[in-house]
């Protein structure tokens, strides 16, 4: 079952993965435990993942004034994933576009 829904590529992740070489950041499914992660991205990027992070984002009620009235909604509510790999090892996001 895939658990990895996509790599998280934000100016925030950006700055801790030049930070910290070997941390890279996932959006996972909110089911997805740790174990789950770290052998779906070892078996996707063919890395060695020393440590997992995860944190659960819970999904934000907004509105907004239009013309044609008040328009509500909820954004998705969703799970991070930090991923910390071997010394050395990398991960190109890049490599295929």
């Known amino acids: 079952m895939n658990f990895v829904i996509k790599p998280l590529v934000t100016e925030k992740m ?36 020393v440590d997992v992070n995860t944190m659960r984002y819970a999904g934000k009620r907004s509105s907004r004034y239009t013309r044609a009235g008040l328009i509500r909604g909820q954004k998705n509510a969703y799970k991070k994933a930090i991923v910390t790999l071997k010394e050395g090892e990398v991960i190109d996001f890049y490599s295929n576009i």
């Not at 993965?17 to 990027?45: M, W």
């Open 14 to 49: 950006n700055q801790t993965t030049e930070k910290f070489s070997n941390r890279y950041g996932f959006i996972v499914r909110p089911e997805a435990n740790k174990i789950e992660i770290k052998k779906e991205i070892e078996g996707l990027y063919n890395v060695k993942v």
